[in-house]
Nanobody, 122 residues
Framework: QVQLVESGGGLVQPGGSLRLSCAAS????????VAWYRQAPGKQRDLVAN????????NYADSVKGRFTISTDNVKNTWYLQMNSLKPEDTAVYYC???????????????WGQGTQVTVSS
């Protein structure tokens, strides 16, 4: 069974930094793309950043461009979200995501991490 486990959330002051990690475990044939989403209370879940593993192409929400960076360690099936210059409006539950093919399956499946709280407040 494939599982995504997140870590790195916490409380940080405005202007501070955090690095979120997401590690995928289980039998995986291929990971097509990985991403980070966030969801604030009463809000929809929005894409923060994603990257296509084969090409390295990245995409960022306008609100985080220049401040957040998504990176991957393909050997470890782990990806990260480096968050700098954090703002109160970045406060949300952050979820990692992967589009992948489980071993023995013929279709692409979306998996989600459990979520980690990021709170930016003074």
């Amino acid at each position: 069974q494939v599982q995504l486990v997140e870590s790195g959330g916490g409380l940080v002051q405005p202007g501070g930094s955090l690095r979120l990690s997401c590690a995928a475990s289980g039998r995986i044939s291929k990971i097509y793309s990985v991403a980070w989403y966030r969801q604030a209370p009463g809000k929809q879940r929005d894409l923060v950043a994603n990257t296509v593993t084969s090409s390295g192409d990245t995409n960022y929400a306008d609100s985080v461009k220049g401040r957040f960076t998504i990176s991957t360690d393909n050997v470890k099936n782990t990806w990260y979200l480096q968050m700098n210059s954090l703002k109160p409006e970045d406060t949300a539950v952050y979820y990692c995501n992967a589009l992948l093919q489980p071993y023995g399956w013929g279709t692409t499946t979306s998996y989600w991490g459990q979520g980690t709280q990021v709170t930016v407040s003074s």
